[in-house]
């Protein structure tokens, strides 16, 4: 129950997430991903981006592992564990099945 109650406290107070009047700019970085391993479409990844925020999600939407490249590059905190990790179009990334990244700047 803690992570529901930190993904709502995420959501009411990050402008990255803001719906409605005023709402953040929603862009796919699906159309970014490169599989390596895998089948198109097993990456799915977006970017909201508010006025002071930048949220940006990456998840592996299947049963098997992914092997990707991504066309981004950028420095963010994982929501999950607080920890930095940097997107670059050099690295080569692997997700476990239906893994997920929440990342914040």
């Given at each position: 129950m803690k992570f529901l109650q930190k993904l709502g406290n995420l959501k009411n107070t990050n402008d990255a997430l803001t719906t409605g009047a005023g709402r953040a700019a929603y862009q796919s970085l699906t159309g970014l991903v490169n599989m390596n391993h895998g089948k198109e479409n097993q990456?799915?990844?977006?970017?909201?981006?508010?006025?002071?925020?930048?949220?940006?999600?990456?998840?592996?939407?299947?049963k098997n592992y992914a092997q990707?490249?991504?066309?981004?590059?950028?420095?963010f905190k994982n929501f999950s564990d607080g920890k930095f990790k940097k997107l670059s179009e050099s690295y080569e990334y692997v997700m476990k099945p239906w893994e997920y990244w929440i990342l914040l700047n």
């Open positions: 990456i799915f990844a977006f970017k909201r981006t508010g006025q002071k925020n930048t949220v940006i999600l990456i998840a592996n939407m299947s990707f490249s991504m066309n981004f590059n950028g420095n």
